[in-house]
């Protein structure tokens, strides 16, 4: 199964760029439209404005118990009604990335229940993870979300809620971009 | 700090090969020298025949209180003594990477006593892990180790008692290369 995958902002794409805003340090190049292409460019195609690359890889943080749980309530990407998305790239700080994976886990989830927080918008919100920092990336990660449009104000909650835990103080850089699909 | 790296195998390089073997799987073509190189390269340089390229990266086990003591006896590489180094790149199985992170640190450490093992052979062998999977890279490490030649009896128990861990059961493909410097 494929595992990388290249956002490329621009003026072509499938999904619509609705709003692109930093959230915290620099944002990207405002664009009309998003592209999403299932392999790792190694240059910016003619056309775009910039591009994101990361890979779906193992899981880091959840136990089994929890990997049981989110996968039996986690919805594939692609459904016909989940017309709206959210691309939200993040760069977490030097500070987080030294701490030991104890420390890690036990700020994520512990103390900001990020996971739990997450299974809650479930099935309403799907999601695919990618990472992209060992990869030399500008952020760490690429979150990818679809959810329906009368899901949004349940996945403003989550992601209102992610923003206000301990988690988040390790965030440097984030922007988040919401799309829609033609038709949505 | 860079994090990138190339291991280059073919006619040059600082490194002399004196052995290289396939563990389990296939094996690399047989070289002469080694050389490293300390960024990512995009294309096979002249006079190469392989390469492997690999990022350092944050910690996936190991817990704040290990680090601590790790970090006390970890020496440096590029101590003069350390005329003889080992490289060993391995790919573990999908069912390795499919385990939630509870369950490979238990098989890790709990079952495996990596991290432990790892320890009681601190300061004489030096260590620098590379990762590779996120990469596409046909290994998803590149363990790099420097040794004194008298410790080359404690390294090969290091080894052998590695291999024969649960751990190493999900080792799919592993190639052991011994290396000397020159005047080593």
């Given at each position: 199964?494929?595992?990388?995958?290249?956002?490329?902002?621009?003026?072509?794409?499938?999904?619509?760029?609705?709003?692109?805003?930093?959230?915290?340090?620099?944002?990207?190049?405002?664009?009309?439209?998003?592209?999403?292409?299932?392999?790792?460019?190694?240059?910016?195609?003619?056309?775009?404005?910039?591009?994101?690359?990361?890979?779906?890889?193992?899981?880091?943080?959840?136990?089994?118990?929890?990997?049981?749980?989110?996968?039996?309530?986690?919805?594939?990407?692609?459904?016909?009604?989940?017309t709206r998305a959210?691309?939200?790239?993040?760069?977490?700080?030097?500070?987080?990335?030294?701490?030991?994976?104890?420390?890690?886990?036990?700020?994520?989830?512990?103390?900001?229940?990020?996971?739990?927080?997450?299974?809650?918008?479930?099935?309403?919100?799907?999601?695919?993870?990618?990472?992209?920092?060992?990869?030399?990336?500008?952020?760490?990660?690429?979150?990818?979300?679809?959810y329906?449009p009368?899901?949004s104000?349940?996945?403003?909650?989550?992601?209102?809620?992610?923003?206000?835990?301990?988690?988040?103080?390790?965030?440097?850089?984030?922007?988040?971009?919401?799309?829609a699909?033609?038709?949505?």
């Amino acid at each position: 199964m494929n595992r990388d995958f290249t956002f490329l902002g621009g003026a072509a794409g499938a999904w619509r760029v609705v709003t692109l805003a930093p959230v915290v340090g620099a944002s990207l190049d405002p664009v009309e439209r998003l592209r999403i292409v299932d392999r790792r460019l190694d240059a910016l195609p003619e056309g775009a404005r910039w591009m994101l690359r990361g890979v779906t890889s193992h899981e880091r943080y959840v136990t089994r118990a929890e990997h049981a749980t989110l996968a039996a309530k986690s919805p594939p990407l692609g459904r016909p009604a989940a017309t709206r998305a959210a691309m939200i790239p993040i760069r977490k700080s030097a500070e987080w990335w030294g701490l030991a994976q104890d420390e890690r886990r036990s700020i994520l989830e512990a103390r900001s229940s990020h996971i739990e927080t997450g299974l809650a918008y479930l099935p309403a919100v799907a999601r695919r993870l990618h990472h992209g920092r060992d990869l030399g990336e500008p952020f760490d990660f690429v979150t990818w979300f679809e959810y329906a449009p009368a899901d949004s104000g349940a996945f403003e909650e989550l992601v209102a809620r992610l923003r206000r835990t301990d988690e988040w103080a390790y965030v440097e850089r984030e922007v988040d971009i919401r799309l829609a699909r033609d038709g949505g």
